[in-house]
């Protein structure tokens, strides 16, 4: 149960965002941006560095959104299960396995990010922007993982819940719908 009353419709991370739509603007900018603006990182990629964050961080909601999502994109499942538990054993080039394990160490905490993970980002062909990225992203969610379960919201055990909620990330990214979100209430 929820420390704090939310739309019982929507749980997760966006119950919060309805709950202050006022802080929830920069936040969802943010994360617009760096999730689907222009970038030399793939969505599918983008989405992987908040699954394994999310993972490490033991979110289950994010886990199971940004997992969800991921596999829309990349129109498969098997990746976004491996680099849940084997970031090494994923088919991926060795550019995003080196990112992915920079995005790691940045869950542990920021001074875990070495020299040497970012050496070895740049060996396989990252670029500064991508590293930067990266490391944002996954300091962004640690902050999302973070306010989701501290104020204990729902996490659906449904794969469908998040099944249909990353069928609206990969629509419509991470702006608010236009419309608002009563029509899930009617869903339920």
Known sequence: MPHIALEEHLPGITGLLEYRKDSAA???ELTQFLLR???TLTTGERELIATVVSNGNQCRFCTAAHAATADALLGESETSACVRTDIESAALSEKTKALLQIAKLGQQGGKAVTTAAVERARHAGASDVEIHDTVLIAALFCLYNRYVD???TVAPAS???YAKLAG???Q???NRLPQGYDHLRRQQ
């Open 168 to 170: 609206r990330l990969v």
């Open 172 to 174: 419509n990214g991470y």
């Open 37 to 39: 603006g222009p970038n």
């Open 26 to 28: 920069p936040i969802r």
């Open 159 to 161: 794969p469908e819940f």
């Open 150 to 152: 501290g104020l204990a």
